[in-house]
């Protein structure tokens, strides 16, 4: 059965920085791709950043340079480097992953494993 658990959310001044870390157990293949969502109070979930298996990445366009994902391959951990946060970062923030070679999405219908989520609160 595979799980992922979050961890590193917080609360944090806007301006600030946070570290996300997820990590997966029982995926029976490694291959597969990894991604940060949001849900934000009253809002759909949203993808935030995706990492396929080769390591190529893409994100949103709000977190675009202030957001990095990356990925310990041996680990099977997935990170989210969180800087300048704004108010409207503030979510709960969901890591998932899908198996599959060379691919990345920040579409949620594509992603069947999903963690429980960890709470950011940005505050000003």
């Known amino acids: 059965q595979v799980h992922l658990v979050e961890s590193g959310g917080g609360s944090v001044q806007a301006g600030g920085s946070l570290r996300l870390s997820c990590v997966a157990s029982g995926l029976a293949s490694s291959t597969y791709c990894m991604a940060w969502f949001r849900r934000s109070s009253g809002q759909e979930r949203e993808g935030v950043a995706s990492?396929?298996?080769?390591?190529?990445?893409r994100y949103r366009d709000s977190v675009e340079g202030r957001f990095t994902i990356s990925r310990d391959y041996a680990k099977n951990a997935l990170y989210l480097q969180m800087n300048s946060l704004k108010l409207e970062d503030t979510a709960i923030y969901y890591c998932?992953?899908?198996?599959?070679?060379?691919?990345?999405?920040?579409?949620?219908?594509?992603?069947?494993?999903w963690g429980q989520g960890t709470q950011v609160t940005v505050s000003s």
């Open positions: 998932a992953a899908e198996y599959g070679d060379s691919w990345s999405s920040l579409e949620s219908r594509y992603f069947g494993y």
């Open positions: 990492i396929d298996s080769n390591g190529h990445v």
